[in-house]
């Protein structure tokens, strides 16, 4: 009898030794799970949201600078494309950063941004409010209001002691947005160089769609800071899109 349950603890025994044997040590799973935490770093930051560094004042008071914002990349895998009012973070589409002083992140401000562990300094990419989309006639006369096919926009976004209209002449305009385009705008109107300040780009001062990353929907650090960014309700008024 001894020898059979002897036996039969042995047996019950044998998986869980074995299973103790095969256990690697905490030091060197370490590794291996700081690995799999880059990768998945990486997915969302490719695939689902990306963080970014405001470098300027040409969005106030919606962002201020050194703002991080977090980007929807995700929606426009759906087809998805941005709509009025939507602040989006594009890729500069001509030389809209020419000049500007660009800060050389570290190697290791490089490796995190890589990932998404860190705000993307943003040397590249710019940040705007859109106004038009394909299809849109926007206009600005005298100081404002500002207006999309006709229809006056109701801007409290808007910086204080600004005009929807900039007077100088690049603030006067009256423009269509062609297809697969967006006519973009800074909310601090007289510090903000957008689609009106290209207008002589071979582009017409238009983003395209396709150098969109993607569109800022929450204003993630600081805390005291913390705040979602939706779609004013000027931009949902009767009859502001065009009959087709």
């Known amino acids: 009898m001894s020898d059979l349950a002897t036996e039969a603890r042995s047996d019950r025994e044998g998986p869980e030794a074995e299973l103790a044997k095969r256990r690697r040590p905490f ?3 370490l590794p291996m799970l700081a690995g799999i935490a880059l990768v998945l770093a990486f997915l969302i930051k490719t695939f689902l949201l990306q963080a970014f560094l405001i470098p300027s004042g040409s969005m106030q008071n919606t962002l201020q600078v050194d703002d991080r914002v977090l980007v929807d990349k995700l929606t426009p895998w759906f087809g998805s494309e941005p709509d009025r009012g ?10 809209w950063l020419a000049g500007r002083p660009v800060k050389e992140p570290t190697t290791v401000q490089k490796a995190l941004g890589f990932v998404g562990l860190m705000p993307a300094a943003g040397e590249q990419h710019l940040i705007k409010r859109v106004i038009g989309v394909a299809g849109d006639t926007v206009e600005c006369k005298g100081e404002g209001p500002l207006k999309v096919n006709g ?8 910086f204080p002691g600004n005009t929807a209209c900039s007077t100088d002449p690049e603030g006067q305009f009256k423009v269509t947005v062609p ?3 967006l006519w973009v705008m800074g909310d601090h109107r007289q510090a903000s160089q957008d689609s009106r300040y290209h207008r002589s780009d071979p582009r017409g ?3 395209p769609v396709t150098d969109v990353v993607g569109r800022a929907v929450v204003i993630a650090w600081p805390v005291a800071h913390w705040s979602t960014l939706p779609v004013p309700d000027t931009f949902d008024q009767p009859g502001l899109t065009p009959a087709p």
Not at 86 to 95: A, C, L, M, T, Y
């Open 151 to 158: 229809k006056p926009l109701t801007e409290p976004y808007v």
């Open 179 to 181: 297809s697969g385009s």
């Open 27 to 29: 030091w060197v799973e």
């Open 86 to 95: 939507e602040v989006v973070v594009f890729r500069d589409p001509g030389d």
């Open 205 to 207: 001062g238009m983003v």
